[in-house]
């Protein structure tokens, strides 16, 4: 059964750093693209950032893009996402999310529909 699990979330103030890591089991782990959502409550789940399996291709959404830094470990089967310079806005539930298409495709990383599989999610507060 394929399960992520996410870990490393918690409350900072602004300007703090976290790192968060998912651990992917029961996959082949390179042969996915992994990415990282977030929501917050009472909004849309938004996409943050989008690793190919091989780590050539990278992307990010602009309100995180400079600041997070996302990578993956295929020989460990984990995909972190380190996050310096955070701020309020940046509170939210953060999940991880496996792409069988492995390439992180520009016409469709942002859809949470393009995911298979899925995280329970991990908590950061941003505090000013």
């Known amino acids: 059964r394929v399960q992520p699990v996410e870990s490393g979330g918690g409350s900072v103030q602004t300007g703090g750093s976290l790192t968060l890591s998912c651990a992917a089991s029961?996959?082949?782990?390179?042969?996915?693209?992994m990415g990282w959502f977030r929501q917050a409550p009472g909004k849309e789940r938004e996409v943050v950032s989008c690793?190919?399996?091989?780590?050539?291709?990278?992307l990010y959404s602009d309100s995180v893009k400079g600041r997070f830094t996302i990578s993956r470990d295929n020989a460990k089967n984990t995909l972190y996402l380190q996050m310096n310079s955070l701020k309020p806005e940046d509170t939210a539930m953060y999940y991880c999310?496996?792409?069988?298409?492995?390439?992180?495709?520009?016409?469709?990383?942002?859809?949470?529909?393009?995911?298979?599989?899925w995280g329970q999610g991990t908590q950061v507060t941003v505090s000013s």
């Open positions: 999310a496996a792409d069988p298409d492995a390439y992180c495709s520009t016409s469709s990383w942002r859809r949470a529909s393009e995911y298979e599989y």
């Open positions: 029961g996959l082949t782990f390179v042969n996915y693209a």
């Open positions: 690793i190919s399996g091989s780590a050539i291709k990278i």
